[in-house]
C-alpha cells in the first residue's frame, strides 16, 4: 500500500494558494537551506504515516471552508516531490472528490512519474532559491538546475505557476543577482504571480532545538522598500 510521510497539518491556510486551504506538510527535503523556518521537516522516514486516501479525507472534513471560499489542499514541506508515488495518489484522490490541487515545491528533485503528478496539479507554488548556482549551493546545499528545469517543463506544460522567491540581505537581495531572476521569469509562460517573501527568523528555535547552528544569525530582515524594489525587479519582463 502506498503511503506518506507527513510533518503536520494545518486546516485554515490562507497564503499557499487560493482560498482557503487543507495544508499538508511532508516530511523529509533533500535541501540545508540557510534561513529555513520548517528545520524539523528534514529528516526522511520519520513523522506520521497516512495513506492518500487518509490525508485527502482528512482535508475533505473541512469541505465547506474550501468550497466556499475557493480553495482545496495544497502539499508543502519539507519536499513534497521527494514522496513522489504518494504525492502522485494523493493528488489523484484530492481531484477524484474535485478538491483544487497545489504543491508548494523548490523543485529540487526529480521523480520519475512527474508527469502523473503534474496531471494531478492545479497550481505549483515554486520556490527559485537562487539564481546563480555557485551561490544557490551555499545558500541551499544543492545546485538550481532541477529547479529552473522543473520551472521550464512547468511552462511547456502551461501549469500555472506562482513563483516565491526569499529576499536574504547580502544572499539574495543583490542588484545583478535579481535582474537575472527576473529575466529567467520572463521566459516562462505560465507565471500568474510572483512573490517576494521578506527573510525573517521565526524558524531560528527550531534549529537551536535541533542542536545546529543557525549561519544567518547576524542578518536582519531587508525593509519594506527593498522588498518593493525587489518584487519590481522580478516582475520587470513577467509575460501575462
Ligand atoms: S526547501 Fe524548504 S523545507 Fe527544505 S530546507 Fe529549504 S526552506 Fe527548508
Same mark, same amino acid.
Given at each position: 500500500m502506498t503511503y506518506g510521510m507527513i510533518h503536520s497539518t494545518e486546516?485554515?491556510? /490562507?497564503?499557499?494558494?487560493?482560498? =482557503?486551504r487543507f495544508i499538508a506538510f511532508t516530511q523529509g527535503c533533500p535541501l540545508r537551506c540557510q534561513?529555513?523556518?520548517?528545520?524539523? /521537516?528534514?529528516?526522511?522516514?520519520?513523522g506520521r504515516r497516512v495513506t492518500p486516501e487518509s490525508i485527502v479525507s482528512e482535508a475533505l472534513g473541512y469541505r465547506s471552508f474550501l468550497d466556499a471560499s475557493g480553495g482545496g489542499i495544497t502539499f508543502s514541506g519539507g519536499e513534497p516531490l521527494a514522496q513522489p508515488e504518494f504525492l502522485e495518489a494523493a493528488l489523484r484522490e484530492a481531484k477524484s472528490h474535485g478538491l483544487h490541487t497545489a504543491i508548494d515545491t523548490a523543485g529540487s528533485v526529480k521523480p520519475a512519474n512527474i508527469e502523473q503528478i503534474l496531471e494531478q496539479t492545479d497550481l505549483v507554488l515554486l520556490? =527559485?532559491?537562487? =539564481?546563480d548556482d555557485a551561490a544557490c549551493r551555499i545558500l541551499t546545499g544543492r545546485s538550481n538546475k532541477n529547479t529552473l528545469e522543473f520551472a521550464q517543463l512547468l511552462s511547456d506544460r502551461g501549469i500555472p505557476v506562482w513563483i516565491r522567491h526569499v529576499l536574504i540581505p547580502? =544572499? /539574495?537581495?543583490n542588484e545583478e543577482f535579481l535582474r537575472r531572476t527576473g529575466e529567467f521569469i520572463g521566459t516562462l509562460k505560465n507565471v500568474e504571480r510572483v512573490e517576494v517573501l521578506p527573510y525573517h527568523q521565526l524558524g531560528v528555535y527550531k534549529w537551536e532545538a535541533l542542536g545546529l547552528e543557525y549561519a544567518l544569525k547576524d542578518v536582519e530582515p531587508p525593509t519594506a522598500e527593498e522588498t518593493q524594489w525587489a518584487e519590481s525587479l522580478l516582475n520587470a519582463h513577467l509575460v501575462h
Open positions: 486546516s485554515c491556510g /490562507t497564503v499557499d494558494g487560493p482560498g =482557503i534561513y529555513c523556518h520548517n528545520a524539523d /521537516t528534514w529528516e526522511f522516514g520519520c520556490d =527559485i532559491k537562487h =539564481i547580502g =544572499i /539574495t537581495l
